[in-house]
Nanobody, 113 residues
Framework: QVQLMESGGGLVQPGGSLRLSCAASASIFTTKAIFWYRQAPGKEREWVAL???????NYVDSVKGRFTISRDSAENTVYLQMNSLKPEDTAVYYCNFPPFEHWGQGTQVTVSS
């Protein structure tokens, strides 16, 4: 059963913006902290941002001030607004929740001129 689905990736020039979406089931959205991770080619998957069920947020240092995670309770969706994108942000982005048992296909973000 698919409980989370990522979308919104694409190709963008350096300095550009993208908004990723993570559509969740209602039970997951209302009770779980939801995390965004990313995995660049040849690198380990790394945590990017999180939002708890009551809206507390946190970010890895490399994206602070550029990325914003938010929750839309009407849509059961978690967004990752990414501004001032850099080539090093290129990766497949995934959303997930603890205990991270299953990973979806993710959405590809490519930052290139």
């Amino acid at each position: 059963q698919v409980q989370l689905m990522e979308s919104g990736g694409g190709l963008v020039q350096p300095g550009g913006s993208l908004r990723l979406s993570c559509a969740a089931s209602a039970s997951i959205f209302t009770t779980k902290a939801i995390f965004w991770y990313r995995q660049a080619p040849g690198k380990e998957r790394e945590w990017v941002a999180l939002t708890t069920a009551n809206g507390v947020t946190n970010y890895v240092d490399s994206v602070k001030g550029r990325f914003t995670i938010s929750r839309d309770s009407a849509e059961n969706t978690v967004y990752l607004q990414m501004n001032s994108l850099k080539p090093e942000d290129t990766a497949v982005y995934y959303c997930n929740f603890p205990p991270f048992e299953h990973w979806g296909q993710g959405t590809q973000v490519t930052v290139s001129s």
